[in-house]
């Protein structure tokens, strides 16, 4: 009898994740139709359990565009946001992440916050508060980094 890791091991990303991502997918959805989103009161201190503040204006305006190919339409490529197939030569924007949106889909949302609603991918934000936070955090890994290599270089 197979077991379940064997009949399931062809799952993708774990249930978790996916939730995870797909909430936020919700979210950009419900922003496309125009329902406003409460991103929760502005304490600072509790970043990580909110959406990034908005993606800074001048990359936002920066996005680069990118042209579907017919092989893309193909494919049957479409919007995260909207569902929508992508068309031939239609005009989209590349997140950094690599992941394809219409305009009128991803701008609104990079008007909310900073994040791919797909991946997660963050971009830089005009919030000093929010700059530092991650700062911060990536200073921490890093220590814990370091120390771990101390220990490794101490022990083996
Ligand atoms: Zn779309
Ligand atoms: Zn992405």
New binding site residues.
């Given amino acids: 009898m197979a077991s379940y890791f064997d009949e399931h091991d062809c799952e993708p990303t774990n249930p978790d994740e996916q939730y995870r991502q797909n909430a936020l997918l919700e979210l950009a959805r419900s922003l496309?139709q125009g329902v406003d989103i409460d991103l929760g009161p502005d304490d600072f201190s509790e970043w990580d359990q909110r959406l990034p503040p908005p993606a800074a204006k001048e990359i936002v305006q920066n996005l680069p565009r990118a042209v579907i190919t017919p092989a893309q339409a193909d494919k049957g490529l479409k919007?995260?946001?909207?569902?929508?197939e992508f068309e031939e030569e239609e005009t989209v924007r590349k997140m950094p992440c690599e992941h394809l949106?219409?305009s009128?889909?991803?701008l609104p949302w990079l008007g909310k916050t900073n994040s791919c609603p797909l991946c997660r991918h963050e971009m830089p934000t005009e919030n000093k508060e929010y700059e530092e936070f991650k700062k911060d955090k990536e200073r921490r890994k890093q220590q814990d980094h370091r120390l771990e290599n101390l220990h490794g270089a101490m022990y083996t």
Avoid: K, R, S, W
Wanted: proline share 8%; with cysteine; aromatic share 8%.
């Fill in positions: 496309m919007c995260p946001v909207c569902l929508l949106f219409h009128g889909c991803i």
